[in-house]
T-cell receptor, first 113, second 111 residues
Framework: GDSVTQMEGPVTLSEEAFLTINCTYT??????LFWYVQYPGEGLQLLLK?????DKGSNKGFEATYRKETTSFHLEKGSVQVSDSAVYFC????????????FGTGTRLTIIP | DAGITQSPRHKVTETGTPVTLRCHQT?????MYWYRQDPGHGLRLIHY???????DKGEVSDGYSVSRSKTEDFLLTLESATSSQTSVYFC??????????FGQGTRLTVV
């Protein structure tokens, strides 16, 4: 079945550092890929998405590229801020009509000033 | 924010008691989901609904039941709560396709 393997955390970085959170997936067919973010005490918010190979999703300075050849969707940001401290979840969704998301285990990111 | 309200937001209950969590949406979306979030597991799907009275099991459905009698409401029931069901529960909605919008969560503690 579908699965998502996500970089283990926690990750601690200094402000303005470069961020990469790795995500790889196993799926049949051609899923859509997502990054969700969860700020303390809140629900999950969609951060970015990509629906087909080579698509790049981007939002709030974060980017991720759908790499079919390496089955990856790594999250990157060039210069992180304290406000980026949160838990980040990689997820995939089937495009075959079962309308469900499969999540990775989440990566807790802490940015220190 | 998507119009999703979960209630209650926090609950402490005793082992063996029944518990019902409610998810209410104002978006008229067809699909509704219940997930649980646990450390080291991410989010796991409990049950989902693809229409009024149409529901199906997710990967961790044992010990849980759901009902959807109206488009806007999706109820999750723990028939007899156990300590292993201590978790944070999230409701999500979707108009179709895999992208989903999440509620604020319900923190349930079973003592």
């Amino acid at each position: 079945g579908d699965s998502v393997t996500q970089m283990e955390g926690p990750v601690t970085l200094s402000e303005e550092a470069f961020l990469t959170i790795n995500c790889t997936y196993t799926a049949t067919g051609y899923p859509s890929l997502f990054w969700y973010v969860q700020y303390p005490g809140e629900g999950l918010q969609l951060l970015l998405k990509a629906t087909k190979a080579d698509d790049k999703g981007s939002n709030k300075g974060f980017e991720a590229t759908y790499r079919k050849e390496t089955t990856s969707f790594h999250l990157e940001k060039g210069s992180v801020q304290v406000s980026d401290s949160a838990v980040y979840f990689c997820a995939l969704g089937s495009n075959f009509g079962n309308e469900k998301l499969t999540f990775g285990t989440g990566t807790r990111l802490t940015i220190i000033p | 924010d998507a119009g999703i309200t979960q209630s209650p937001r926090h609950k402490v209950t005793e082992t063996g008691t029944p518990v019902t969590l409610r998810c209410h949406q104002t978006e008229n979306h067809r699909y509704m989901y219940w997930y649980r979030q646990d450390p080291g597991h991410g989010l796991r799907l409990i049950h989902y609904s693809y229409g009024v009275k149409d529901t199906d099991k997710g990967e961790v459905s044992d010990g849980y039941s759901v009902s959807r009698s109206k488009t806007e409401d999706f109820l999750l029931t723990l028939e007899s709560a156990t300590s292993s069901q201590t978790s944070v529960y999230f409701c999500a909605i979707s108009p179709g396709g895999p992208e989903a919008f999440f509620g604020q969560g319900t923190r349930l503690t079973v003592v």
